[in-house]
């Protein structure tokens, strides 16, 4: 496997949008523009191709309603592989181009495919795809290896050994220590753990204890409109991930999840395929089909063979009762002004200690905020007035009633015209919701540290961990207008 190209992107909250680094290796696009011969696609300069690329991923033009190519329903985005358009005089289709994204950073690179462009080839055929993302994913464990919340000098310093650092792991293009062209992508028997090579674009064999460290996160999304006649729509999505950091063989690893007492099963779990055994009853259970009390309710065991970076072990959806914030909007207009009525009830079954919580109330379609006289029974309030924005900010605990409100007016003048949104107009408006609950999820569902097993001869320590977030967190103005689904809500 070759690349042709390789990119590393800044895009810190959509700013500042540049490329920090980029590489082009000019034999392998000589050999590539042999292969295609007359459909050669040549790669675009570097403020093309971050256009292109930010358009395909959908963070070109935020402040747009509409991009034809981001938004428009015939176009489908195909990921991990992304097709990027071309114009101009080597006008074509850029294709396979690999994107992994996380914390401040998008990585991407060009694959040399060495078949033929037509017919496509299906992706699953392609090793040039598998190790270039894997070659990404070492990258980016090198260049943010501290965490989410990432030095931004350390991250420049990395940056800074890249030449060298590519020169030895990946030279003249080629990455070292992957499985030669031309070897089976898969194989019909699983590979013991102990097999696996270090790939050079490690940074270096784990020293120390050995750590097994399992982190479970539900996301909960929520749309309530405050109307008899508008349900309320709310979803779970849980992820599990799991990192096992040991010197030598990698041992085998078997997580189990449980389930309080009066838990819904787990429904649609798909699991990675290191997983080497599972009860068919743990797949069975899906959202689509009504929820049977007879359907397994756990525990769910997940025996692997873990590979040497951090994986997703398995996802799953989950039915739960009631949201864990139930909201009420209610925004008239009186006499030029907005009146704007807000309360925020916690429910009692969700832990009261949140690593954040605020409230974003954003105002489309009107002209500039001006006079803004609200008052709020507990927490902040931040007025962003070129974005027509206020946002709410509730602190890391509600009070004891586990209910808050805000009560006030505001009042739009001056010249210059606020944020647009095609949805919403007059007193079509909502409230978005961002907040981080640790050491809990909706579900219940959780890992005792004490139900991992790793099966090894030396001592590890075994670190758990589990949380809940919001994700596409809406509360709808009850007195206007707000779009409505049917059915289900796709996570």
Same mark, same amino acid.
């Given at each position: 496997?070759?690349?042709?190209?390789?990119?590393?992107?800044?895009?810190?909250?959509?700013?500042?949008?540049?490329?920090?680094? /980029?590489?082009?290796?000019?034999?392998?696009?000589?050999?590539?523009?042999?292969?295609?011969?007359?459909?050669?696609?040549?790669?675009?300069?570097?403020?093309?191709?971050?256009?292109?690329?930010?358009?395909?991923?959908? %963070?070109?033009?935020?402040?747009?309603?509409?991009?034809?190519?981001?938004?428009?329903?015939?176009?489908?985005?195909?990921?991990?592989?992304?097709?990027?358009?071309?114009?101009?005089?080597?006008?074509?289709?850029?294709?396979?181009?690999?994107?992994?994204?996380?914390?401040?950073?998008?990585?991407?690179?060009?694959?040399?495919?060495?078949?033929?462009?037509?017919?496509?080839?299906?992706?699953?055929?392609?090793?040039?795809?598998? #190790?270039?993302?894997?070659?990404?994913?070492?990258?980016?464990?090198?260049?943010?290896?501290?965490?989410?919340?990432?030095?931004?000098?350390?991250?420049?310093?990395?940056?800074?050994?890249?030449? @060298?650092?590519?020169? #030895?792991?990946?030279?003249?293009?080629?990455?070292?220590?992957?499985?030669?062209?031309?070897?089976?992508?898969?194989?019909?028997?699983?590979?013991?753990?102990?097999? #696996?090579?270090?790939?050079?674009?490690?940074?270096?064999?784990?020293?120390?204890?050995?750590?097994?460290?399992?982190?479970?996160?539900?996301?909960?999304?929520?749309?309530?409109?405050?109307?008899?006649?508008?349900?309320?729509?709310?979803?779970?999505?849980?992820?599990?991930?799991?990192?096992?950091?040991?010197?030598?063989?990698?041992?085998?690893?078997?997580?189990?999840?449980?389930?309080?007492?009066?838990? /819904?099963?787990? #429904?649609?779990?798909?699991?990675?395929?290191?997983?080497?055994?599972?009860?068919? &009853?743990?797949?069975?259970?899906?959202?689509?089909?009504?929820?049977?009390?007879?359907?397994?309710?756990?525990?769910?065991?997940?025996?692997?063979?873990?590979?040497?970076?951090?994986?997703?072990?398995?996802?799953?959806?989950?039915?739960?009762?009631?949201?864990?914030?139930?909201?009420?909007?209610?925004?008239?207009?009186?006499?030029?002004?907005?009146?704007?009525?807000?309360?925020?009830?916690?429910?009692?079954?969700?832990?009261?200690?949140?690593?954040?919580?605020?409230a974003h109330l954003p105002f489309f379609n009107?002209?500039?905020?001006?006079?803004?006289?609200?008052?709020?029974?507990?927490?902040?309030?931040?007025?962003?007035?070129?974005?027509?924005?206020?946002?709410?900010?509730?602190?890391?605990?509600?009070?004891?009633?586990?209910?808050?409100?805000?009560?006030?007016?505001?009042?739009? &003048?001056?010249?210059?015209?606020?944020?647009?949104? @095609?949805?919403?107009?007059?007193?079509?408006?909502?409230?978005?919701?961002?907040?981080?609950?640790?050491?809990?999820?909706?579900?219940?569902?959780?890992?005792?540290?004490?139900?991992?097993?790793?099966?090894?001869?030396?001592?590890?320590?075994?670190?758990?961990s589990r949380e809940l977030k919001s994700k596409?967190?809406?509360?709808?103005? &009850?007195?206007? &207008?707000?779009?409505?689904? @049917?059915?289900?809500?796709? %996570?």
């Open positions: 496997m070759s690349l042709r190209a390789l990119w590393i992107i800044s895009h810190e909250k959509g700013e500042n949008v540049s490329i920090r680094f /980029s590489r082009r290796f000019s034999t392998v696009e000589l050999r590539g523009k042999g292969l295609a011969k007359s459909s050669y696609v040549a790669v675009p300069e570097e403020s093309v191709f971050l256009q292109l690329l930010l358009t395909e991923l959908g %963070l070109a033009d935020p402040h747009k309603p509409y991009v034809a190519l981001r938004d428009d329903c015939i176009h489908r985005q195909r990921s991990p592989a992304l097709e990027l358009h071309v114009d101009g005089p080597g006008k074509g289709v850029l294709w396979p181009v690999l994107a992994v994204s996380q914390g401040p950073l998008i990585l991407a690179c060009l694959p040399l495919v060495d078949a033929p462009p037509e017919p496509r080839p299906p992706l699953s055929s392609l090793l040039s795809v598998s #190790q270039g993302l894997t070659l990404l994913s070492g990258l980016q464990t090198f260049l943010l290896s501290s965490g989410s919340k990432t030095d931004s000098e350390v991250v420049a310093s990395r940056i800074a050994m890249l030449p @060298s650092v590519l020169l #030895q792991v990946c030279p003249l293009g080629t990455p070292l220590d992957v499985p030669q062209l031309g070897t089976p992508a898969t194989s019909a028997l699983p590979t013991p753990a102990g097999n #696996q090579k270090q790939p050079a674009w490690k940074t270096g064999l784990h020293r120390g204890r050995a750590v097994v460290n399992v982190a479970l996160t539900e996301s909960v999304r929520s749309m309530q409109y405050g109307s008899q006649s508008r349900q309320d729509l709310w979803d779970v999505y849980g992820t599990v991930t799991c990192k096992c950091e040991v010197e030598g063989v990698l041992p085998n690893v078997t997580v189990t999840l449980t389930l309080p007492p009066n838990g /819904s099963p787990l #429904q649609d779990i798909l699991v990675h395929p290191c997983v080497t055994s599972l009860d068919s &009853s743990i797949l069975t259970a899906s959202s689509v089909d009504n929820c049977d009390s007879s359907a397994f309710s756990g525990p769910y065991k997940f025996p692997f063979s873990p590979p040497l970076e951090p994986f997703r072990l398995c996802s799953y959806t989950s039915q739960v009762p009631v949201p864990p914030i139930l909201g009420s909007y209610q925004l008239k207009e009186e006499d030029n002004q907005l009146r704007a009525s807000v309360t925020l009830k916690l429910h009692e079954s969700v832990k009261n200690s949140f690593e954040y919580c605020e009107r002209d500039q905020m001006g006079n803004v006289d609200v008052k709020v029974s507990s927490g902040q309030i931040d007025i962003s007035k070129e974005k027509n924005l206020l946002v709410w900010s509730l602190g890391q605990k509600f009070p004891k009633s586990r209910e808050v409100t805000l009560d006030g007016r505001i009042s739009f &003048s001056g010249p210059m015209q606020g944020p647009t949104d @095609s949805i919403c107009t007059e007193l079509t408006a909502y409230i978005k919701m961002y907040f981080k609950v640790p050491d809990v999820t909706l579900s219940g569902c959780c890992v005792d540290q004490h139900s991992v097993q790793v099966y090894s001869s030396s001592k590890q320590r075994i670190m758990t596409e967190y809406f509360i709808w103005n &009850s007195t206007g &207008s707000a779009p409505v689904s @049917s059915g289900h809500m796709m %996570l």
